[in-house]
């Protein structure tokens, strides 16, 4: 088995860690920033946000010709500092929220899939946390 690729996307936004976890984890605020470009967007999102609490996304491209659930099981949630947590196809992700001056940075690490190159999956989980940051500057700031 070959050893898996780990990937790691971050960014600085302008407000305090507890608007940014807010945000991050509240389904209603999801479905506005999860998307990594204007064709796509999250058309359902639920939470359950504990150790073996599930999560589950559904992204659309809004012209329907595809679309698909992401989600997951939490294996580790401290308030306001970290999210672990196992996708359904086995692999693992983990975010860190880091207060910075009243700016919080996020950092997430994830194992790549094999099906797409590594450097478009950084792209595309870029593109979703620099949409977030956008949203969140805007809401919450």
């Given at each position: 088995?070959?050893?898996?690729?780990r990937?790691?996307?971050?960014?600085?936004?302008?407000?305090?860690?507890?608007?940014?976890?807010?945000?991050?984890?509240?389904?209603?605020?999801?479905?506005?920033?999860?998307?990594?470009?204007?064709?796509?967007?999250?058309?359902?999102?639920?939470?359950?946000?504990?150790?073996?609490?599930?999560?589950?996304?559904?992204?659309?491209?809004?012209?329907?010709?595809?679309?698909?659930?992401?989600?997951?099981?939490?294996?580790?949630?401290?308030?306001?500092k970290?999210?672990?947590?196992?996708?359904?196809?086995?692999?693992?992700a983990?975010?860190?929220?880091?207060?910075?001056?009243?700016?919080?940075?996020?950092?997430?690490?994830?194992?790549?899939?094999?099906?797409?190159?590594?450097?478009?999956?950084?792209?595309?989980?870029?593109?979703?946390?620099?949409?977030?940051?956008k949203?969140?500057?805007?809401?919450?700031?």
């Amino acid at each position: 088995m070959a050893p898996v690729t780990r990937i790691t996307v971050e960014a600085i936004v302008n407000a305090p860690v507890a608007n940014v976890w807010k945000a991050w984890n509240t389904p209603g605020d999801i479905m506005q920033w999860n998307t990594p470009d204007p064709g796509w967007h999250t058309s359902s999102s639920e939470n359950d946000l504990r150790a073996g609490g599930k999560f589950k996304n559904r992204m659309e491209a809004k012209d329907g010709s595809f679309g698909f659930d992401f989600e997951g099981i939490y294996d580790n949630v401290e308030l306001h500092k970290e999210i672990t947590y196992t996708m359904s196809d086995g692999r693992n992700a983990t975010t860190l929220f880091t207060p910075q001056n009243g700016k919080t940075k996020i950092e997430t690490t994830f194992d790549a899939e094999t099906e797409n190159a590594p450097e478009f999956q950084k792209q595309g989980w870029q593109a979703i946390l620099d949409n977030f940051v956008k949203y969140v500057e805007s809401t919450y700031s």
